[in-house]
């Protein structure tokens, strides 16, 4: 079974930074796709941030030049650095791995979420 931890969410003024850390097991972290997807209230889970195995990335329009996705093999940990927050980023983040790419419904791995919220 792989295990996924997400943890670092909490409350931010807007403008402010955030760094959401995902500890993964085994293959999950070593072999395949990590991503992030958040959830707002009231609307669906989308796609954030993902890298591939080789260390390539990929993250969504809405968070491009704010949010970086970036890993540590050692600590078999992923991290999601979060910068110029902005009210919209509200939402529970969830890390996923055993994926591929942006979709969502390929993820065989979740975490329990991590809740973000930006406000003054």
């Known amino acids: 079974q792989v295990q996924l931890v997400e943890s670092g969410g909490g409350l931010v003024q807007p403008g402010g930074s955030l760094r959401l850390s995902c500890a993964a097991s085994?293959?999950?972290?070593?072999?395949?796709?990590m991503a992030w997807f958040r959830q707002a209230p009231g609307k669906e889970r989308e796609f954030v941030a993902t890298?591939?195995?080789?260390?390539?990335?990929s993250s969504a329009d809405s968070v491009k030049g704010r949010f970086t996705i970036a890993r540590d093999n050692a600590k078999n940990t992923v991290y999601l650095r979060m910068h110029s927050l902005k009210p919209e980023d509200t939402a529970v983040y969830y890390c996923?791995?055993?994926?591929?790419?942006?979709?969502?419904?390929?993820?065989?791995?979740w975490g329990q979420g991590t809740q973000v919220t930006v406000s003054s």
């Open positions: 890298m591939h195995p080789s260390g390539s990335t």
């Open positions: 085994g293959r999950a972290f070593s072999s395949n796709y």
């Open positions: 996923a791995a055993g994926g591929r790419g942006t979709m969502m419904n390929t993820y065989a791995y």
